[in-house]
């Protein structure tokens, strides 16, 4: 059965750092581009980064709100993709999903998988 | 930067078509696919590549995508159908997703 886990969520204060990871089982990881999505209380979906695989060059991309504060990486060797948040916001109060990217030609993403998501709450 | 509009909601009564639009420029020059998210679940993936129905989506969801606008039609629709849809595409390396649509099948 293909799994995605998120885990590292929870309370951080204004200006602090955090790292979500998100564990992956039942498909073969290292063939596979991942994401990062949030949604905020009451809110609808945000897409936060993208990391292609490395047949794509492990490329990544990023939301415009967090690009330069947030950076998503990847362990093939683990199965794990991570998302480094630093200088966080109030506004960066969501549940974070992790899912599975799939594509063609490396382009026109479409996500097929997702976890069931981890809640962080940045407040002082 | 490029943007998606999505109705706010959208109102069925069972049995009927639903159908919930997604618009923007040219957006039938990028593929579009639909998600399902229910309240305190994870979304779930309803059509891909404008038509495509993923494994274990009922035939009744179907997707289009033409000109400005991209259509996720549900025939006959359920109560089980009630939920949250997004549209998404992918542009100048971004994803770019729809601010949603309530669906509720009274």
């Known amino acids: 059965e293909m799994n995605l886990v998120e885990s590292g969520g929870g309370l951080v204060q204004p200006r602090r750092s955090l790292r979500l990871s998100c564990s992956v089982s039942g498909f073969t990881f290292g063939d596979y581009a991942m994401s990062w999505f949030r949604q905020a209380p009451g809110q609808g979906l945000q897409w936060v980064a993208l990391i292609t695989n490395r047949a794509y060059g492990a490329t990544t991309q990023y939301a415009a709100s967090v690009r330069g504060r947030f950076t998503i990486s990847r362990d093939d060797s683990r199965s794990i993709v991570y998302l480094q948040m630093s200088s966080l916001k109030t506004e960066d109060t969501a549940v974070y999903f992790c899912?599975?990217?799939?594509?063609?030609?490396?382009?026109?993403?479409?996500?097929?998988?997702w976890g069931r998501g981890a809640l962080v709450t940045v407040t002082s | 930067s490029y943007d998606v509009t999505q109705p706010p909601s959208v109102s069925v009564s069972p049995g009927q078509t639903a159908s919930i639009t997604c618009s923007g420029d040219n957006l039938g020059d990028k593929f579009v696919a639909w998600y399902q998210q229910k309240p305190g679940q994870s979304p779930v993936l309803v059509i891909y590549k404008d038509n495509k129905r993923p494994s274990g989506i009922p035939e009744r969801f179907s997707g289009s995508n033409s000109g400005n606008t991209a259509t996720l039609t549900i025939s006959e629709t359920q109560p089980v159908d009630e939920a949250e849809f997004y549209c998404q595409a992918w542009d100048s390396s971004i994803v770019i997703l729809g601010g949603g649509t309530k669906l509720t099948v009274l």
């Open positions: 899912s599975r990217a799939v594509s063609e030609y490396g382009d026109s993403w479409y996500f097929d998988l």
